[in-house]
C-alpha cells in the first residue's frame, strides 16, 4: 500500500474545493451516420473514446456535474 499522509472523506465538497465528475458511457453506435454524431458530440465535449467495436464506442468525459449531465442528456436524445 501507498503511505498515506492525509485523507478526508466528506459527502459534501469543503466550500474552496473544485467538484469533477468522471463518467463513462458506452453508445450504440454502428460505422456510418449514428457514429459520426456521436464522435461530434464527444468532440464537442472534449470526451475520450476509450473503446470502439463494431457496434459501439465508449466515451470518457470529465468535468463539472453540468457538463456531464448535458452530455449524458445529448447522448440519451440521440439514442431515442
Known sequence: PLPTLR???TTRPPPT???????????????????????ELAQIFRARVTDVSDATLTLCVTGDPGKVRSLYCDCSAEMS
Open 7 to 9: 485523507m478526508h472523506l
Open 17 to 39: 474545493s473544485a467538484e469533477r465528475e468522471m463518467v463513462l458511457i458506452k453508445l450504440r453506435a454502428p460505422p456510418g451516420p449514428a457514429r459520426t454524431e456521436a464522435l
